[in-house]
Nanobody, 118 residues
Framework: QVQLVESGGGLVQAGGSLRLSCAAS????????MGWFRQAPGKEREFVAA????????DYADSVKGRFTISQDNGKNTVTLQMNSLKPEDTAVYYC???????????WGQGTQVTVSS
């Protein structure tokens, strides 16, 4: 089993920034992918960003490109999501995800609330 612990959510005004972090522990993989998803009230969970264990491959949802940056800590099973120029529509519960590839996320964090006020 892999456990994920997220931190860094909160309340921010539109145009502000937040930084989310996620650390994986337990039976982690040598090669892995980590990512972030979000779910707003009344909506389905959606992909935000993902990175390979080396950081050499990243992917973003169109809605966050140019504003969010995902990075991982040199294969240490940690990932951060730097969120800049936040918009009210970014308000959601953000979930960290972990797996052997971005197509096979199998472990999920408990979620952290991000609220962007207008």
């Amino acid at each position: 089993q892999v456990q994920l612990v997220e931190s860094g959510g909160g309340l921010v005004q539109a145009g502000g920034s937040l930084r989310l972090s996620c650390a994986a522990s337990g039976r982690t993989f040598d090669n892995y992918a980590m990512g972030w998803f979000r779910q707003a009230p009344g909506k389905e969970r959606e992909f935000v960003a993902a990175t390979s264990w080396s950081g050499g491959s990243t992917d973003y949802a169109d809605s966050v490109k140019g504003r969010f940056t995902i990075s991982q800590d040199n294969g240490k099973n940690t990932v951060t999501l730097q969120m800049n120029s936040l918009k009210p529509e970014d308000t959601a519960v953000y979930y960290c995800a972990y797996g052997r590839s971005p197509l096979t996320f199998t472990y999920w964090g408990q979620g952290t609330q991000v609220t962007v006020s207008s």
